[in-house]
């Protein structure tokens, strides 16, 4: 039995803190609201017309990929080594199936190659070279890794640099770069928490979750986050919830954070929002970790709380308006 | 306040059905008993002495590592093209935090590295050459990756290729090599599922949980199983419990079996023994793995459940007789 009035597509680009200078924020913030909002509407067209949750996370953190205003696929952030190392896992709600790779220099769209993971191979993590060698085998693109590199980013890194510097050496100096400079942006550049994410309810029932990123800016190299982690920054199960989150990684990794929503659900009998807003609000600041997430029930319930200033976010259901947001505080219809 | 005589440490080294060859096998169980004893012998001294569930848990993953008997650290496993590919996690019960280590091969003692990362950086997972450079920076000792060779498991390699390849001609050839030529062992050495693992509980009331593995014979490079990640292979929460998993590790990734226990726990109000039980007897068989875990809780309470036919295991408590025991069906004195 299907429920079409039910299939919904939500998404994030990742948490931050407000950038200081706010000179053409409207400009900037009407950036963002649009990205986020085409991105929706393709996702929910391939919902309308029946298509799976997974082909619809697939889809949307497809277009999240390749759109530069994000960390994730081209425009991902440089490690301290001025590399890219992407990372990225999808998990299907309905057969606890999860494939993810990590740790990724060359393959242009990491979530394709997780998604093969899933489907072509018995494993559901493969790192580095090895993972590699298996989106080329499976036929995937793999591009040179400056294919990833925008100028926006390498600025970045070197603010990274001169910040790390600035506080080890305690003289004071004033930086060099502001984060203005860097990528014209609502959420302060410099010390966003970017990764992206979407969570699906399709019009049968089942849950999916897609999760991609680059990771820190100026992170060591062979570091591996929260994202590609099932359990940590991705999880789908019919019987509770889809979760994609961002932030801190490691917070997300050590208290299990994905996981831990549906848990509290199966286990507590907490509602999704409940679950959910205890994690981000109580469970992670204890942790010290900040960050949100966004999640999606099988009765289409939606929750997407953050402990930062902003998460870029949005969610649209099927025969409904696009709903997107940056700031803390903005009331998204038809959310928690 | 603290209460020696509470605490515990317990060990595994992987699970697995028992050997067809049975020919000299209580001469091939004593060399497991004994390798077993040895090692909860150190660690049950050190915990005698003070020291923490951390220190024990390290030192007797040390020493599985160290034993060709078990597939992690020198003795391990041999990927399919003929490489070594380790994977480590630790975690602090009191703290949460945690370090781990995935898909390295030039590191001696790959759980050291996993505790360097934990108590000196800033993140919890790094993988290939990323690892293996920040172990150098921390002064860990790095080995040209012939070192954890060894012949035994370099037959295992070849007659899991033959075997992989009469499956796939279906042409019904007998297989060149028995399981038997490999490594005399009590458990058919060409269906082990190895890993090894430690978990304990301090005078203090601190738990910890650690495992080490080498990963499945024949795999593909750059597959991560379920060892080095936090809250699937490996987790450990003062407020519920340590856990140490073995087995097919995908499925203890998609079922986030180690965290699942103390969820079960802390928000179902589940023994730790009604949640071990329920989730190796019902919860991994139903998404098709096998394998076995170990875990403690903080009133010393313990529970080894496993689906195979045996898995290596002991446990000693503090002023009390050391145990071991390899087949389903043996009892062991305080365990449940």
């Known amino acids: ?126 790192v580095a070279a090895g993972a590699e060698a298996f989106a080329q085998a499976c036929g995937l693109e793999l591009v040179d890794p400056a294919f990833f590199s925008t100028e926006a980013r390498r600025a970045q890194l070197q603010y990274a640099i001169l910040a790390e510097r600035t506080m080890m050496d305690h003289d004071g100096a004033a930086l060099v770069f502001r984060s203005s400079d860097m990528l014209p942006a609502p959420l302060d550049e410099s010390r966003k928490l970017g990764t992206v994410g ?26 591996v986050g929260d994202t590609p982690l099932v359990g940590a920054g991705t999880y789908a199960d019919n019987r509770t919830a889809a979760v994609s989150c961002t932030g801190t990684g490691e917070m997300f990794i050590r208290g299990v954070v994905a996981y831990d929503i549906c848990a509290r659900m ?45 998460m870029y976010r949005g969610h649209a259901r099927v025969g409904e308006d696009v709903y997107t947001a940056i700031y803390a505080g903005e009331s998204i219809p038809g959310s928690n």
């Open 1 to 126: 039995m299907t429920n079409p009035s039910k299939a919904i597509i939500a998404i994030h680009g990742g948490v931050g803190t407000i950038s200081r200078s706010h000179s053409g924020s409207a400009a900037q913030e009407a950036t963002y609201h649009k990205a986020l909002n085409g991105i929706l509407l393709s996702a929910q067209q391939m919902l309308n017309e029946g298509g799976s949750a997974l082909d619809a996370v697939s889809l949307a953190v497809d277009l999240l990929e390749d759109c530069p205003l994000f960390n994730a696929g081209y425009g991902a952030v440089f490690t301290h080594e001025a590399t890219h190392e992407l990372d990225a896992a999808i998990m299907d709600g309905a057969t606890l199936r999860a494939g993810a790779v990590a740790c990724v220099s060359r393959i242009r769209r990491p979530l394709r190659a997780a998604r093969a993971v899933m489907e072509r191979s018995e494993h559901v993590l493969l």
């Open 198 to 223: 979407a969570v699906a309810l399709d019009s049968r029932g089942n849950l999916a979750a897609a999760t991609s990123t680059g990771g820190m800016t100026n992170k060591r190299c062979g570091r």
């Open 266 to 310: 199966a286990y507590g009998s907490q509602t999704l929002d409940a679950a959910a807003q205890h994690v981000v609000m109580t469970s992670l600041p204890a942790l010290g970790g900040r960050g949100g997430l966004i999640a999606v029930d099988a009765q289409s319930r939606l929750s997407c709380p953050f402990n930062t200033e902003g």
